[in-house]
């Protein structure tokens, strides 16, 4: 057998041989390749032999539904089945036996050896990546933010091994999934809100939606000054409030202006209406500051944790998330809630590099994977094409077509959310006479305070649109007023 694979010395290593052997010894006694299926990848094995040994077992079983010794080595053509035996001067027929002859405990035992085959190969992939690192960082002419970017894509993609195959328990019958559901109905009827995830903390939308969603993505689009951020950062805020742990990844706003939003926010429930914009210009007279440090001291208490950086890709969201929540489980707390501002400014992989709607089909699926690990709620902020500012006043509602590169985003999406302001654009109109004038005017101000809440897609729920309160200058989103 090979005692260097590339620049990794095995026998300095710990590279325990007799994991991979164990492995394939069951597999092909059993010739029960589905017991591996989507777990262990050909990639997992480090010894070559036993890595095209692996290979040859998926394609006997892909062909004959199994991956019995005798199927597996009549994979190998006769020239390929010569040439390793001659490199492990041993027959390959003979080695293929020995696999099978020596497994320990079978097909039982991969519960235990399949785990500690991928920590193997994990752990000498992480070793190999880090000679590589050490010996391009000699390089004067290197480029640190491109080493630290192939780094982090390398290393994810080992994370990304690792949550796949230590994921635990994955099937389960229907009346176990029932009594999970029922489970968290329970929970829902002792809180006494009535709903199965994270409140918004907006009495309709709670209603609609049963809540934020464990392990699921909300998409929420708008075009600009429509309230994305102002709303995204409102939901977190009052997941926090609720005792939810949260993350805000901002891409495009800095943490300081995240936080004159908030102060803003939570003041405007304390009757204190002090406009954002008069924060960043210093506008605020003694008495509003008092009470907005006063708010200060209520932001406090809140778990919500920020990440401001431009240009992140998947993998360096993977890396920020999974470093918040190392954070937030210091102070006894565990993210449930992310929201991400937003979709459209994360930084793409070389892998699909300027084929956008391949891009965005990454982007998508990599926050929805996110999702699902953690089990959090992901809500994506996402902006809207501006195609809708083409279309006539009264057909400028969202609708999914208006989703940039809309197909994988909304196929990943379990919810879908679109924001509308009709007063912005009302605000921005002139009427054509005095008469469509005082007529705008009387309009502008009946809706001067009105977000539609537009439910576009949702795979449990009702499609339905929500009138909510919105003061887009104080960034305060509430429940609508009832007649």
């Known amino acids: 057998m090979n005692q260097r694979i590339g620049s990794i010395d095995l026998t300095k290593c710990g590279f325990v041989i007799e994991l991979e052997q164990e492995v394939l010894g069951a597999l092909l006694v059993s010739g029960q390749h589905s017991v591996v299926r989507g777990t262990v990848r050909a990639e997992h094995f480090i010894e070559p032999l036993h890595r095209r040994i692996y290979e040859m077992i998926e394609t006997a079983a892909d062909r004959y539904k199994s991956a019995r010794l005798d199927l597996v080595f009549k994979m190998f053509s006769p020239e390929e089945a010569k040439a390793w035996s001659d490199q492990i001067k041993n027959p390959l027929s003979s080695y293929l036996a020995g696999l099978a002859s020596n497994t320990v405990r079978g097909v039982a035992g ?29 390089d004067p002419g290197i480029d640190p933010v491109e080493l630290i970017r192939s780094a982090t894509r390398s290393l994810d993609d080992v994370a990304a091994g690792l949550r796949g195959g230590g994921r635990g328990k994955t099937r389960f019958s229907l009346s176990e999934a029932a009594d999970t559901a029922l489970d968290e109905v329970q929970e829902a009827m002792n809180r006494g809100h009535g709903i199965t995830g994270i409140t918004w903390g907006l009495a309709d939308v709670n209603a609609a939606t049963g809540g934020l969603q464990r392990g ?40 300081n202006r995240l936080a004159m939003r908030a102060l803003t926010d939570i003041a405007y429930d304390w009757n204190l209406r002090v406009p954002y914009s008069d924060l960043i210009t210093g506008k605020v007279g003694p008495k509003d500051f008092e009470g907005i440090c006063a708010a200060k001291q209520d932001l406090n208490s809140l778990p919500l944790w920020i990440e401001e950086q431009s240009g992140l890709s998947i993998s360096d969201l993977r890396v920020k998330v999974e470093r918040m929540q190392d954070v937030a489980e210091r102070s006894g707390k565990k993210i449930e809630v992310l929201i991400v501002d937003y979709l459209g400014l994360i930084a793409a992989s070389s892998r699909y590099a300027g084929n956008r709607t391949a891009e965005v089909t990454e982007i998508s699926a990599g926050l929805r994977q996110i999702a699902r690990e953690h089990n959090l709620a992901m809500v994506a902020l996402s902006q809207l094409s501006r195609g809708v500012e083409g279309r006539a006043l009264h057909e400028r509602r969202p609708t999914l077509s ?24 009302l605000a ?25 809440f537009i439910i576009a897609k949702q795979r449990n729920g009702p499609v339905k649109t929500i009138d909510l309160y919105i003061d887009i200058a104080c960034s305060a989103v509430r429940n609508a007023a009832r007649s």
Do not use: H
């Not at 708008?222 to 742990?245: D, F, H, Y």
């Not at 921005?428 to 539609?452: S, V, W």
């Open 428 to 452: 921005k109109e002139k009427g054509k006479d005095p008469d469509a004038e005082a007529d705008r005017m009387d309009r502008l101000i009946a809706c001067q305070n009105k977000l539609e």
């Open 402 to 425: 208006d989703l940039r590169d809309s197909g994988s985003i909304e196929q990943d999406a379990d919810t879908v959310i679109f924001l509308f302001r009709e007063a912005y654009y």
């Open 110 to 138: 991969l519960k235990d050896s399949v785990p500690n085959l991928i920590q193997q190969w994990a752990r000498i992939t992480v070793g190999a990546e880090a000679e590589r690192i050490a010996l391009a960082s000699s």
């Open 216 to 255: 699921e993505m909300v998409v929420l689009g708008a075009r600009p000054s429509m309230g994305k951020t102002a709303v995204g950062l409102g939901i977190g805020i009052k997941a926090a409030r609720s005792g939810a742990g949260v993350g805000f990844i901002s891409l495009e706003m800095g943490s």
